[in-house]
């Protein structure tokens, strides 16, 4: 909730020190968020894929210190 109402103060601090540049940053936010979006969900699935080969390669570890 804090990390929203600094992000929301910065933007106010730049609305009032310049409003033509907030106005624009307020516009073209969803378009950037739009082309970033495939970045971040291959991001994800490679942080799956990293976590899913850790998760293999330790089961052994683990089974003999089970034993």
Known sequence: ???AAVKLLLFVVL???????ALVL??????IWL???PFRLLGLTVKGVFD????????P?????AL
């Open 52 to 59: 899913l080969l850790r998760a293999i390669f330790e089961l």
């Open 35 to 37: 082309i970033l979006l």
């Open 26 to 31: 307020l516009v073209l936010y969803p378009v």
């Open 1 to 3: 909730m804090q990390e």
């Open 61 to 65: 570890l683990k089974l003999v210190r």
């Open 15 to 21: 609305l009032v020190a310049c409003w033509p540049l």
